[in-house]
Antibody, heavy 119, light 108 residues
Framework: EIQLVATGGGLIQPGGSLRLSCADS????????MTWVRQAPGKGLEWVSF???????YYADSVKGRFTISRDNSKNTVYLQMNSLGAEDTAIYYC?????????????WGQGTLVTVSS | DIQMTQSPSSVSASVGDRVTITCRAS??????LAWYQQKPGKAPKLLIY???SLQSGVPSRFSGSGSGTHFTLTISSLQPEDFATYFC??????????FGGGTKVEIK
């Protein structure tokens, strides 16, 4: 069964940094376009960032300049480096695959990792 | 930026009811729309893509329709496992994605 596992979340003080990782068994991450989506407690889904299989990246305006998405295909892992964190970044962060050659739908989701920004 | 507006924000329904959820885009997005189901404490699950294509493994009681700016998700006969929150998502501005605010389907 295909499984994406997101790790790296936790409690961090405002202004701090955190790096999230998303790994799988070896098929999804290394060969596909990947994205991060977050969900603040009790709120809806917010797209955060996207990386093509070839490495080109995109960001939501709310995180541009603070977050960096990257990938290491040799480790089947995608990362989200988050800097200058604020309370508004508190959320569950999901990594997910965007199905290629289709209509931009997200067909595989990880279980999510919780990031809490608080002093 | 394309905005996605879902309505209603919540709906109370009984098992066996027909439920329809609406999603409107702030500008035309052709058929670049997907629907997801999310249960508490779980990741979203893809139900519908390309506005009306059923994801593999999803029951046929779920259906999607629409194009341009107006879309609907219909559950033809609500089952106990369908009580959840539903989100639409546009990908016309791919890879920048936008989600609707969600519709919670609750037990009447």
């Amino acid at each position: 069964e295909i499984q994406l596992v997101a790790t790296g979340g936790g409690l961090i003080q405002p202004g701090g940094s955190l790096r999230l990782s998303c790994a799988d068994s070896g098929f999804i991450v290394s060969n596909n376009d990947m994205t991060w989506v977050r969900q603040a407690p009790g709120k809806g889904l917010e797209w955060v960032s996207f990386i093509y299989s070839g490495g080109t990246t995109y960001y939501a305006d709310s995180v541009k300049g603070r977050f960096t998405i990257s990938r290491d295909n040799s480790k089947n892992t995608v990362y989200l480096q988050m800097n200058s964190l604020g309370a508004e970044d508190t959320a569950i962060y999901y990594c997910a695959r965007v199905r290629s050659g289709s209509y931009g739908e997200v067909d595989y989701w990880g279980q999510g990792t919780l990031v809490t920004v608080s002093s | 930026d394309i905005q996605m507006t879902q309505s209603p924000s919540s709906v109370s329904a009984s098992v066996g009811d027909r439920v329809t959820i609406t999603c409107r885009a702030s500008q035309g997005i052709s058929r670049w729309l997907a629907w997801y189901q999310q249960k508490p404490g779980k990741a979203p699950k893809l139900l519908i893509y390309a506005a009306s294509s059923l994801q593999s493994g999803v029951p046929s009681r779920f259906s999607g329709s629409g194009s341009g700016t107006h879309f609907t998700l219909t559950i033809s006969s609500l089952q106990p496992e369908d009580f959840a929150t539903y989100f639409c998502q546009q990908s016309n501005s791919f890879p920048l994605l936008t989600f609707g605010g969600g519709t919670k389907v609750e037990i009447k």
